[in-house]
């Protein structure tokens, strides 16, 4: 399969829109730039979008009633998103590692295993492949949206572990003292 280079980007979703392509384009929130502005980031939805010459695909984390599974697509168009990186590939190599994703089938949980962190153990994984893999290749341009994906997890030589986001504990423990 010949190699493609993919502009790598992400979604910042608004929890109050289900996923799904066409809101893709008017419900996007930009990317912080600063520790502050964090906390907007944990409260959206997180889908990664791959750009090349002839169109986008996306991956996503699907809730499931409760179990994790994926959502992934192609369109012709070029879907608005914040690239923050390159990826020379094949398109099955984005794919594959949705389809193997080590989340897919367990129990989501809104702190500690939700699309943030299925984002953020994808993109390690898509790194992994292209320092281990022959003519794969992971460029990024834009290191703050790199780390801040990445923020959620903490990578260690026996695997990926999740952090546990504090913006979304702090905001479930709000509202639910105001619907006491």
């Known amino acids: 399969m010949e190699l493609q280079t993919f502009q790598v980007g992400i979604i910042f979703q608004s929890l109050r829109t289900p996923g799904s392509l066409w809101s893709f384009r008017s419900k996007t929130r930009g ?3 600063s520790r502050g502005n964090i ?20 991956a996503e984390l699907v809730d499931q009633k409760g179990i994790i599974t994926f959502n992934q697509g ?7 998103a914040y690239y923050f990186a390159t990826y020379t ?9 949705s389809q193997t994703h080590p989340m897919n089938g ?8 939700n699309c943030q962190h299925w984002t953020a153990t ?5 790194l992994n492949l292209a320092n ?9 341009f834009d290191q703050n949206i790199l780390a801040l994906i990445l923020h959620v997890v903490n990578v260690q030589p026996n695997g990926v572990w ?16 105001l619907l006491a």
């Open 31 to 33: 990317p912080p730039r």
């Open 39 to 58: 906390e907007k980031a944990a409260l959206t939805h997180w889908i990664l979008v791959f750009t090349a010459s002839s169109g986008s695909h996306w």
């Open 74 to 80: 192609y369109t012709p168009y070029t879907i608005p």
């Open 89 to 97: 590939g094949n398109i099955s190599d984005i794919y594959n590692i």
């Open 106 to 113: 367990t129990e989501y949980q809104q702190t500690i295993n």
């Open 122 to 126: 994808f993109l390690y994984s898509l």
């Open 132 to 140: 281990c893999t022959p003519y794969r290749y992971f460029e990024v």
């Open 162 to 177: 999740h952090l546990q986001n504090e913006f979304i504990v702090t905001a479930v423990g709000v509202l639910a003292k």
